[in-house]
């Protein structure tokens, strides 16, 4: 079976740092992404982690350790638009079809 | 940059008609998929097809669900006889062959509401 879990919500400030984290266990694995979804809209990219480490792009970094079925999305300098929910997605061997968790709400205040 | 496009944007429809959702992915990929999201639930996988067929599904994708691809460009989605339960966003998805680092690009999905 696949398993994905991430906590539902988050909060935290304009300006700020904020981690969220992400474990799996699954019969297949070859990579793992992390999309931002704002409600009403459709999921978009954010990053691909096959190998374990750390892959930063500007204000987004994302981290995976495989030996732990584990990674982090990591957001620095928040802004307002970061509200949004940030889904996690495995991608299976085979077809490669992505299975998501339930997504992670964050919401930014002022 | 390329964009998968989705028509129509919202569909209402009574329990038991047919729907087509309808789906123009990136004219270089050759992965197609589609997914729906319920209301407050999480994004579930439904079919991915390649090469003119299906290469897998999923339990929801029963006999009343089927997809096509009649010409070049266009990824259809075919609900013979609706459901309440089938009231959901519904997002095609497409990608590159062995191209990860930009992931699924999705469309922006159709909103089926069921009555």
């Known amino acids: 079976g696949q398993n994905i879990d991430q906590p539902t919500e988050m909060t935290a400030t304009e300006g700020a740092i904020v981690q969220i984290n992400c474990t799996y266990q699954?019969?297949?694995?070859?990579?793992l992404f992390w999309y931002q979804q704002h409600a009403g809209e459709a999921p978009t990219f954010l990053s691909y982690n096959v190998l374990d480490g750390l892959e930063e792009k500007g204000r987004f970094s994302s981290f995976l350790s495989r030996s732990k079925g584990y990674s982090y999305l990591l957001l620095k300098e928040l802004q307002m638009k970061d509200s949004a929910s940030y889904l996690c997605a495995v991608m299976n061997t085979g077809f490669q079809k992505l299975v998501f968790g339930t997504g992670t709400r964050l919401l930014v205040s002022p | 940059e390329p964009e998968v496009t989705q028509t129509p944007s919202h569909q209402v429809t009574q329990m038991g008609q047919e729907v087509i959702l309808r789906c123009v992915p990136i004219?270089?990929?050759?992965?197609f998929y589609w997914y729906r999201q319920i209301l407050g639930q999480k994004v579930e996988f439904l079919v991915s097809?390649?090469?003119?067929?299906?290469?897998?599904k999923s339990e929801i994708f029963d006999d009343q669900f089927s997809v096509e691809r009649p010409d070049g460009s266009n990824f259809t989605l075919k609900i013979r006889s609706t459901k309440l339960e089938d009231s959901a966003m519904y997002f095609c998805?497409?990608?590159?062959?062995?191209?990860?680092?930009?992931?699924?690009?999705f469309g922006s999905g159709t909103r089926l509401t069921v009555v």
């Open positions: 998805a497409s990608r590159l062959q062995g191209k990860f680092d930009h992931g699924y690009t």
């Open positions: 097809f390649y090469n003119n067929e299906i290469s897998e």
């Open positions: 004219s270089n990929h050759l992965y």
């Open positions: 699954t019969s297949g694995f070859n990579g």
